[in-house]
């Protein structure tokens, strides 16, 4: 077989959602016999690109071919009879059935009768265990398994109708490093045996371990392809995050205004640990991480959202214990949150109640609304925040992304927060909004807010704020200010944990 | 530049031509079809039109309609309330029993309104506190509910006696019935504090988006339990309705009550996801089951057959509220 024909070619193909391209105008081609790497950090476009080639989504414009043969699928069924087979990340397995059945599933061999012909199933199990070079006790429920011995039995399930092409979306996120290896050998193995295999991950030493070759989307679009032998690290946290060369331009941090927030040995059990910072009024400071290093879940756990195990808070010198937002709030804090959809908005209510709510006691008297007070306060920051809207009434589902975002914003605006944690402040907002929100940052700080970011976009990080601060794997490895704050640092400590701290991070983790 | 900002919002505006005659169904649709059915049975009834039959369609929508009311706030936090039937029933028998020692009227109606409260606040703490699906916690509640109703009285109907209470069932003020004035007046406060108040937007706020809610400092366990008890006691106030209407107060009382409220909510527009819709659009979808009902009757058509009528009619209301809100 001629290795550079693609099994599968992926071209042009799009898939759009209300309000966002989740995948535009992609290509991407997978060899027999080759491990593919596919990269992207969350919301780059990866799952959606995966459910399209193994059925459980339709396409909106594109072509795949399949052995150079044009294919549609309506069904996951039909992309399985077609030889692709997708392993999601969530197993889908019957629990109480056996090993033996749910590698078989809708396929057992029968007797001449219509009994399960069992002595035969087993042997077909066994031979696809044997090729994956496994053993597996046949007669357990799977539900018994551990999570590495069910993600084979979806394997083998996968070898059993014959795939030719296996994805595999993230496989490594709930492994440990015994297990990872042993699913590595089985990769390999089946990458001898001539499988193309679509590697799903952010984890980059996985990529570098086990791939041959690398494909990279960022915002649904294609942000480059590379044989593994030919690419750096660095080159692919650039593709990325869209990190390009950044200017300082943000304010410096004024070390004689008063501390507004500060950290101390903060601790959330399986999110993050040991986490100490501080924040002054007028400072803008920003966390950089890659996705999962619990840069969230620490503002989560600041704002009151989640409880941390341990560890302080302190706003204005007073210790501070939040139980609940509302109790973060009443001190002045605000968070944006990192998903406007499902933490953000009120999709269906009017703009209006999405920028009051934070503030309704603002424009409360007597127990009553004053909707005019509320009407002139929301008309304003409308004004201020260009959103593009018909008025107040309009309902905020019908906005675009940006204009959603702004509206967020300007909830935290209208409740006048002096302590703003803001997750993500520019996700899926285009270059002209970013832009505007990142001078409204600026202006908040210039007013005495004090502003604590985080972002996947290191050049975001790099043009607002003076002092970056940097997480992985739920530690703070690394702080940046001033001369020191160079990219190819704070991308070392993203990926390595730093200098000396490298250590302690990885076992830690 | 307001201008040029203004450009894309006009393209989305040209798209909304065709969704506006949507936007009117979802909007108003609840009211043209009462219009709508007040045309037909006028036209199917010469009797329908009097107004001794609209006044009875009015009193007998009164009870409905406010247990519709309580509903109406919990299932725009995204909730439900099966108890109220049953709730009804343990209010009504508490009000007989208290008014049947003590004589005292105003004692009696507290004791009914306190009552429903007290299952409304269980409602709302097992929901909250206990994190029980809203189906599943009501659905229990209305058993105990019923059952606390038929131990206290023993099976048996109370009778209630005091002329002076069962004035407000039967009499009427300004030539309107009493029970239908009370619906009225608790229609005008429910559609007030929906808009007006911070708990108001708060309900909705927690019916489309909870963890936005939560994030945005709403006190989200407060509001929910304070829905349900609001639901309790318009179980309550449903309860003084039944025992002056009937003069008497059996443990069966408002047996199904719930789903005549859910359907009168849900026909009025209100989204059993949350979120969206409102109190007057219950009050139409009162009206609406309760003149579908009375002229089902004057027409002669068999009980029977008047449920399916009804079941109809529900998720007619539900198919055309469903294209314009989501299609």
């Excluded at chain 1, 679509?198 to 570098?208: A, Q």
Aim: with cysteine; charged share 20%; net charge positive.
């Amino acid at each position: 077989m001629n290795v550079e024909t693609p099994v599968l070619d992926v071209a042009a193909v799009t898939r759009r959602f209300p309000g966002v391209t989740a995948v535009d105008g992609v290509d991407f081609a997978v060899r027999a016999g080759e491990i593919h790497a596919l990269l992207g950090e969350n919301g780059a476009g990866k799952s959606t690109l995966i459910k399209i080639l193994g059925g459980a989504l339709r396409k909106d414009g594109g072509v795949i071919r399949l052995n150079g043969e044009p294919v549609d699928f309506h069904s996951p069924s039909a992309a399985l009879a077609a030889g692709i087979a997708v392993i999601y990340q969530e197993l889908v397995l019957c629990p109480h059935l056996s090993v033996a059945e749910n590698i078989l599933m809708g396929h057992l061999p029968r007797t001449a009768g219509l009994a399960v012909d069992w002595p035969a199933a087993n042997r077909r199990v066994a031979e696809l265990l044997a090729q994956l070079g496994v053993t597996l006790p046949l007669n357990a429920p799977v539900g018994r398994l551990s999570t590495a011995q069910q993600q084979l039995v979806e394997i083998a399930k996968a070898l059993s109708r014959d795939s030719r092409i296996l994805i595999l979306d993230e496989p490594s996120a709930t492994l440990g490093q015994r297990d990872l290896d042993h699913l590595f050998a089985v990769i390999r193995r089946l990458r001898g045996q001539g499988v193309a295999i679509v590697y799903i991950s952010h984890r980059l030493e996985e990529i570098f371990a086990i791939a041959d070759r690398v494909t990279v989307l960022k915002d649904g679009r294609l942000a480059g392809h590379w044989p593994i032998a030919e690419v750096t690290m660095q080159r692919l946290v650039r593709a990325m995050t869209g990190r390009d060369l950044g200017v300082v331009t943000g304010r410096e941090g004024d070390a004689a205004a008063p501390v507004r927030l500060a950290v101390r040995n903060l601790s959330r059990k399986g999110a993050f640990a040991d986490v100490s910072l501080s924040l002054r009024a007028g400072e803008i400071v920003g966390i950089a991480g890659l996705v999962g290093s619990g840069r969230t879940e620490l503002l989560r756990a600041i704002f009151g959202a989640d409880q941390p195990d341990a560890g302080t808070i302190e706003v204005d010198g007073q210790p501070a214990r939040f139980r609940s937002p509302a109790q973060a709030l009443r001190r002045g804090l605000g968070l944006l949150p990192e998903d406007r959809k499902t933490q953000g908005l009120l999709l269906d209510r009017a703009l209006r109640e999405n920028v009051s709510l934070a503030s309704l006691r603002r424009f409360t008297r007597f127990g009553f609304l004053r909707p005019a007070a509320e009407e002139r306060v929301v008309r304003e920051l409308i004004d201020d925040l260009h959103i593009a809207a018909r008025g107040p009434g309009q309902p905020v589902m019908t906005l675009s992304g940006g204009n959603q975002q702004k509206v967020v914003l300007a909830r935290w605006l209208a409740r006048r927060c002096g302590i703003l944690l803001f997750d993500e402040p520019t996700r899926g907002v285009d270059v002209g909004a970013k832009e505007e929100i990142y001078r409204l940052i600026h202006a908040l700080a210039a007013e005495g807010a004090a502003v604590l970011i985080v972002s996947s976009e290191l050049k975001e990080l790099f043009a607002i704020c003076p002092r970056i601060l940097v997480m992985r794997e739920g530690r703070l490895v690394g702080e940046f200010a001033g001369l020191d704050l160079r990219e190819d640092d704070v991308v070392d400590a993203m990926l390595m944990g730093g200098r000396a701290d490298a250590a302690p991070t990885i076992a830690a983790g | 530049m307001r201008l040029q900002q203004s450009l894309p919002v006009e393209r989305v505006g040209g798209g909304r031509q065709r969704l506006d005659a949507r936007d009117i169904l979802a909007r108003y649709g609840t009211f043209l079809a009462l219009i709508a059915l007040i045309v037909v049975a006028a036209l199917l009834s010469p009797r329908f039109l009097t107004p001794v039959n609209l006044m009875n369609v009015l009193r007998q929508t009164a009870i409905v309609g406010v247990l519709g009311i309580g509903m109406t706030y919990v299932i725009l936090t995204a909730g439900i309330d099966l108890s109220v039937g049953a709730t009804l029933a343990l209010s009504a028998v508490l009000l007989a029993g208290t008014l049947e020692t003590t004589g005292n009227i105003v004692l009696a109606m507290l004791v009914a309104v306190l009552a429903g409260m007290a299952v409304g606040l269980g409602n709302g703490l097992g929901v909250t506190l206990g994190r029980v699906q809203p189906f599943v916690m009501t659905l229990g509640m209305l058993g105990i509910a019923r059952s606390i109703a038929f131990l206290y009285t023993g099976g048996e109907p109370i009778p209630v006696l005091d002329r002076t209470f069962l004035t407000l069932g039967i009499g009427y003020l300004w030539r309107i019935p009493i029970p239908s004035l009370i619906f009225i007046a608790i229609l005008v406060v429910a559609a007030l504090a929906l808009r007006y108040t911070p708990f108001g937007r708060a309900v909705y706020a927690i019916g489309s988006n909870e963890e936005a809610a939560r994030l945005s400092g709403i006190a989200v366990g407060r509001v929910k339990t304070l829905v349900y008890i609001i639901s309790g006691a318009t179980a309550g106030i449903g309860a003084i309705m039944y025992c002056s209407q009937f003069a008497s107060a059996p443990p069966i009382a408002g047996e199904g009550y719930e789903l005549d409220a859910i359907a009168a909510v849900v026909v009025g527009g209100t989204s059993l996801f949350g979120g969206q819709g409102g109190v007057i659009g219950t009050f139409f979808g009162a009206l609406i089951i309760g003149i579908l009902s009375n002229i089902l009757n004057l027409m002669g058509v068999s009980p029977f057959a008047q449920p399916l009528a009804k079941g109809a009619l529900i998720i007619l209301a539900v198919l055309i509220v469903g294209r314009g809100r989501r299609g």
